[in-house]
């Protein structure tokens, strides 16, 4: 199994009436900023362990588990939302650091959040880094109809059992489950994170740290104008970082593509880009060391 570097201290504090799950690394130091490291869909805060070990530095990282992932409470939800997530982000960051600018970075469905929170709150932002956040596909006021209708089905589906998450008979399925979502991720590593990605339940097998309440559609339409003046207001410099695989144009099937991702980035005034070799979707699993390498070089910049 993987060797950690640097261990992790975990707490649980109370944001928003959850009983929010919260890692951390590092020391906090004065004059140093903290760095707020977020997860993306199916992930946990676990996940960014082997970009931490790659870190030169002794960092404070403060890394949550979103509402109904990893340890982190559900609530009485059949939805999840986009500004439950803002506002989570919000009280967190009020939490650990009351006052002044933070350094952000968030994973894929983090890191639209954390761009999304960057324009939101430019002042309490001092540096941005997006790692394959792509937001959403754009969407037309004709959809509105349907999608709500899918979104009311899906709902009702949850209700009667129909949406779930697989089980499995023990940790190494687990960690076999990851490596075929990841063909790069090594063994070794997946056997460390199965024992953050799942818990045993009464039947002794173990579940998946997700709840299927995250796999209803949002009723609300994607509105891409809106997303562009979010990222017009962001005043941090923002280093976005993609993986040399990119599969946005598979995961949206035509429907968007990286060249139209890029586009809107240039709504952000101060922006810089670069693409990690050898790398998928989970690139802090996949070339950790190079990731590690670009966050501190951007974060040390004047």
């Known amino acids: 199994m993987y060797q950690v570097k640097k261990a992790s201290r975990t707490v649980f504090i109370k944001l928003r009436q959850l009983n929010y799950h ?7 130091r004065p004059g140093q900023l903290p760095l707020f490291m977020v997860h993306g869909w199916m992930d946990v805060s676990a996940s960014f362990q082997f970009v931490v070990d790659a870190m030169k530095e002794d960092r404070h990282i403060i890394a949550p588990d979103w509402r109904g992932f990893g340890l982190t409470d559900v ?3 059949d939805s999840f939302w986009y500004p439950d997530y803002l506002a989570d982000l919000d009280a967190l960051i009020d939490h650990f650091q009351p006052e002044g600018q933070i350094d952000l970075l968030g994973h894929s469905m983090g890191g639209t959040i954390v761009s999304m929170y ?4 430019p002042e309490r932002i001092r540096k941005l880094i997006n790692l394959e956040g792509f937001g959403m596909a754009a969407s037309r006021p004709t ?9 009311l089905n899906q709902i009702k589906s949850l209700r ?4 779930g998450l697989r089980s499995y008979p023990d940790a190494e399925a687990v960690a076999d489950r990851l490596i075929r979502t990841n063909p790069r991720l090594s063994s070794d590593k997946a056997q460390w994170l199965a024992q953050y990605w799942a818990k045993e339940n009464a039947d002794g097998l173990l579940d998946i740290l997700g709840h299927p309440a995250h796999k209803i559609v949002n009723p609300y339409l994607f509105r891409v104008d809106e997303m562009l003046a979010i990222y017009r207001n962001i005043s941090a410099p923002v280093l976005n970082v993609e993986a040399s695989q990119n599969d946005l144009e ?3 099937e035509g429907k968007y593509s990286l060249d139209e991702f890029h586009e809107r980035l240039q709504s952000i005034a101060d922006l810089r880009s670069v693409t990690i070799a050898d790398a998928g979707h989970m690139v802090h699993h996949d070339q950790p060391l190079a990731l590690a390498q670009h966050i501190e070089a951007f974060l040390q910049q004047p």
């Open 22 to 28: 919260v890692r951390e690394w590092g020391t906090p």
């Open 75 to 77: 609530g009485e939800v």
């Open 118 to 121: 960057s324009g939101v709150r």
């Open 143 to 151: 959809q509105a109809p349907g999608r709500y209708a899918k979104w």
């Open 160 to 163: 009667n059992g129909g949406i």
């Open 250 to 252: 598979k995961w949206w």
